[in-house]
DNA sequence: CACTTGACCTGTCCGC
DNA sequence: TGCGGACAGGTCAAGT
């Protein structure tokens, strides 16, 4: 599901492909796909063109010349897929996880001068993209609420450590989930970053050692980053902006490997429900901190 | 305020 | 083959 690593693949894959591309016209099937008056859509999306495209935690911002943006979040099943004129409709034969466009999961079409199309997917229709001015953006009561990027400089131990302090008597794994304590972290990266600092997903935030913190502020750092570098997951939908799939699923440790060896000590890795979400661990390796270590 | 649970959706898989 | 139900998991509203 697109987490950070995932939406920051699709940033960067739109950055390559429509900067600059002018928008000739837009097609949505229902207001809940986007929720914009048609006199918004003509005087701030229509004729324009995109001039930056930005990440804040799981939401991508598309900044138009017209001082306004598209904002979208992907959810659990969307997808932000450019076509360009040569490949529109025929789709990717080896690494494409998706055929003609538009499908029936297809919420938004976008047309750009260049014969090329965006298409804004989702299949269960919990993302959203709305139009709003750029200005705005910080001021919208979801982007106050999300906290530090992991991938910034200022995102050391000492942030994250106070960041968990108002989340104190949860399990650790609700409290990166959380995405006030940090941004972009979901269920795929929760688990594989709590199998690398060798901490129990259950665990109470407050018996956690200072030293496995830390180790799990440095996971946190690095598997997003490599997961960046293999283009993110793709576990069931997930496709960067030319419809092609990540492959940071193969290089997972815990991630939908239930029955599976632990690829440290060789014990079963088992699957349960922590925070009401699907969650793989191994216990033997992940220890469980539920009060005060000795 | 801190924390948990259910709702929002649709497609897929599993058991009968 | 079809059908009911569980499950997938990001965020918010409503619950304790």
Redesign the pocket.
């Given at each position: 599901?697109?987490?950070l690593p995932e939406v920051e693949t699709v940033r960067t894959g739109l950055s390559r492909l429509i900067i600059d591309k002018n928008i000739i016209s837009v097609d949505f099937d229902t207001p809940?796909s986007f929720p914009n008056t048609n006199a918004d859509i003509e005087r701030f999306l229509l004729n324009t063109h995109f001039i930056a495209i930005r990440r804040r935690?799981?939401?991508l911002m598309l900044d138009l010349s017209s001082g306004y943006s598209l904002m979208v979040?992907?959810?659990?099943?969307g997808q932000l897929v450019y076509r360009g004129e040569e490949s529109f409709g025929a789709g990717h034969p080896n690494d494409s996880l998706i055929g003609v466009l538009p499908d029936?999961?297809t919420r938004v079409t976008i047309l750009l001068d260049n014969g090329g199309t965006l298409f804004f997917n989702d299949?269960?229709?919990?993302g959203w993209m709305r139009l709003l001015p750029t200005a705005i953006i910080p001021d919208e009561?979801?982007m106050m609420?999300l906290g530090p990027e992991p991938l910034e400089e200022s995102f050391n131990f000492s942030t994250f450590a106070a960041q968990l302090?108002?989340?104190?008597?949860?399990?650790i794994k609700?409290?990166l989930?959380?995405?006030t304590v940090l941004?972009?972290?979901?269920?795929?990266y929760?688990d594989e970053t709590l199998f690398a600092a060798k901490i129990h997903p259950k665990s109470i935030?407050?018996f956690v050692p200072r030293t496995k913190l830390k180790l799990l502020h440095t996971a946190i750092k690095e598997i997003l980053l490599f997961s960046i570098e293999k283009g993110g997951s793709t576990?069931?939908n997930y496709v960067n902006a030319e419809g092609k799939r990540g492959s940071y699923i193969d290089f997972a440790k815990v991630?939908?490997k239930e029955n599976m060896p632990c690829p440290v000590c060789g014990h079963a890795i088992i699957?349960i429900?922590v925070?009401?979400?699907?969650?793989h661990v191994c216990v033997h390796c992940q220890k469980l901190y539920k009060e005060t270590v000795k």
């Open positions: 599901m697109p987490e809940k935690g799981k939401v979040h992907l959810k659990m099943t029936k999961s299949q269960r229709k919990f009561p979801f609420k302090k108002r989340r104190q008597n949860t399990s609700a409290a989930l959380d995405q941004a972009g972290v979901g269920n795929i929760a935030v407050k576990d069931r991630f939908r699957k429900r925070a009401g979400r699907g969650t």
